[in-house]
């Protein structure tokens, strides 16, 4: 290999060195095709929504009054930020850095700062905590009466809001998913940082699909 070949190979990260992949990825297009479809299950979801809300106004209004507007506020938050710490796990895993090159605490900085699996943990992390949120509002409403079979308002929030719940699990099983990957192999490779920012597309998906639905629920009563 000459010096100029050797000096480009280093430039390039390490999720690049092994192989040349300037085709778009299939399995990044079949996500977003998949995510399409998705995206019409929810488009069914919001129309059945609307729908029912318009033919019983009153139900709306008796029940949406018991609604924790500020809790719900603070659970969109967080799931809204951990969108962001899932996009500079994907900048890290493009850079074809697997963990954090410095403390802990410093997690700015390039190859200084954290990796994929810090970000992704932390994105994780806020993922888990939106669920427990959910959680502990559908107690809630549960102890006020506002149950799947009680009415069309109980059963319309539950479906819209339960099926988006079982879509964040399943992004949550696929961030362990590439993080045992992570631990498993023994160096970082292009299809590793393919399986990051697939689940980046999915996630993202996830969270817009989540203001829509609290601006839907929480905001236009």
Request: charged content about 10%; overall charge neutral.
């Amino acid at each position: 290999m000459t010096p100029v070949a050797t000096t480009a190979s280093a430039s390039l990260p390490a999720s690049r060195l092994h192989g040349q992949h300037d085709r778009p990825s299939m399995v990044a297009v079949g996500t977003i095709v998949w995510l399409s479809s998705e995206l019409m299950f929810f488009a069914a979801l919001f129309a059945s929504y609307f729908t029912i809300r318009s033919v019983s106004p009153e139900m709306w209004a008796e029940n949406t009054a018991l609604l924790n507007v500020p809790f719900a506020t603070v659970n969109t938050t967080i799931l809204v930020l951990s969108s962001f710490t899932c996009q500079w796990g994907v900048f890290a895993a493009e850079r074809g850095q697997v963990r954090r090159g410095g403390p802990l605490w410093k997690f700015w900085g390039g190859r200084a700062g954290w990796g994929l699996r810090e970000w992704f943990i932390l994105t994780y992390i806020m993922g888990a905590v939106f669920v427990a949120g959910q959680a502990l509002e559908y107690a809630e409403l549960i102890h006020h009466g506002v149950t799947l079979p009680n009415d069309g308002y109980g059963t319309m929030f539950y479906l819209t809001t339960g099926f988006h719940g079982i879509h964040v699990i399943g992004g949550l099983i696929a961030f362990l998913f590439v993080l045992g990957r992570t631990y498993v192999a023994r160096r970082f490779t292009h299809e590793q940082a393919v399986s990051a920012i697939v689940v980046s597309y999915y996630w993202h998906f996830v969270d817009v699909v989540w203001i829509g639905l609290f601006a839907t629920i929480y905001l236009v009563q």
